[in-house]
């Protein structure tokens, strides 16, 4: 798998199991999402878009349809963001409880250093004026090589 389509896959089963806790799985185990609720969850988790590149995104859900992880019904369904995919109960088995919670504790940390900064950049600007630091995690996804 190459990083689109493990990007993908994560950011699939998080939203599979956002679906589970809101009770909107249907009568096979299945999720249904939109194509732009998934573009916007990968942008909100990982910090990532979806491949600008039509064959590269037809391609990387094509895998995840060859390896029977969502339904959809055409190539042509992936070229719009109003199109629907179904995300199959088997992705639980391709990534467990332990990775989402590693996800989620890096939005979290990240999140809270934001918080943080905010807050010293706050009182630093009522005592003197200084040199602002850049928040570089802000722009950082869990695919980012460490510098």
């Not at 939203?15 to 609720?37: F, N, P, V």
């Not at 992705?91 to 989620?104: A, C, D």
């Amino acid at each position: 798998m190459n990083q689109h389509e493990v990007a993908l896959v994560l950011v699939l089963r998080a939203e599979y199991d956002k679906a589970l806790r809101e009770g909107s799985i249907d009568e096979q185990g299945c999720a249904t999402l939109s194509l732009e609720a998934i573009a916007m969850a990968m942008k909100s988790l990982l910090r990532r878009s979806l491949p600008e590149n039509l064959g590269e995104r037809r391609q990387a859900f094509k895998r995840l349809r060859q390896l029977r992880l969502i339904n959809f019904f055409a190539e042509s369904d992936i070229d719009s963001t109003e199109s629907w995919i179904k995300i199959r109960p088997l992705i639980i088995n391709l990534v467990n409880n332990e990775w989402l919670e590693q996800i989620r504790n890096h939005l979290a940390e990240n999140l809270l250093l934001v918080d943080e900064e905010a807050a010293d950049e706050d009182q630093d600007e009522s005592a003197e004026p200084k040199s602002r630091k850049s928040a570089p995690h802000l722009n950082r996804s869990l695919f980012a090589a460490e510098e």
